[in-house]
């Protein structure tokens, strides 16, 4: 599971974000959200697979980001051309469909 949640960040273009729970639907369990959030966690790489685009289901930006912590997180998504309010992001504009 961790391989297909490292693959699908790779196709998250830039300017865009997903959810944690965006990840578990596609991996078919709307349930592993969470589990979502672990692998996230024990990333590998941040370069090869950007998990700074992933949020929360309201569009907040992760507390406990692995690479840097929140301000890191909101630094990397601005350099996307992502607009970060109060760690949050506008999910309607930048959400990937």
Same mark, same amino acid.
Do not use: W
């Given at each position: 599971? =961790? +391989? +297909?949640?490292?693959?699908?960040?790779?196709? &998250?273009?830039?300017?865009?974000? /997903?959810t944690?729970?965006? &990840?578990?639907?596609?991996?078919? *369990?709307?349930?592993?959200?969470r /589990? &979502?959030? $672990? @692998?996230?966690? $024990? *990333?590998? $790489?941040?370069?090869k697979?950007?998990?700074?685009?992933? /949020?929360?289901?309201?569009? *907040?930006?992760?507390? $406990?980001?692995?690479?840097?912590? @929140? +301000? =890191?997180? =909101?630094?990397?998504?601005?350099?996307?051309? &992502? @607009?970060? *309010?109060?760690?949050?992001?506008?999910?309607?504009?930048?959400?990937? =469909?």
């Amino acid at each position: 599971m =961790k +391989e +297909e949640v490292y693959e699908f960040l790779r196709t &998250i273009p830039k300017g865009k974000v /997903v959810t944690y729970g965006q &990840i578990a639907e596609y991996l078919g *369990n709307k349930k592993l959200a969470r /589990v &979502i959030g $672990n @692998i996230l966690h $024990n *990333n590998p $790489n941040e370069y090869k697979y950007p998990c700074y685009k992933v /949020v929360d289901s309201k569009g *907040n930006l992760s507390k $406990n980001f692995a690479f840097g912590g @929140i +301000e =890191k997180q =909101k630094e990397k998504l601005e350099k996307d051309g &992502i @607009i970060v *309010n109060n760690y949050k992001v506008d999910l309607d504009k930048y959400k990937m =469909k």
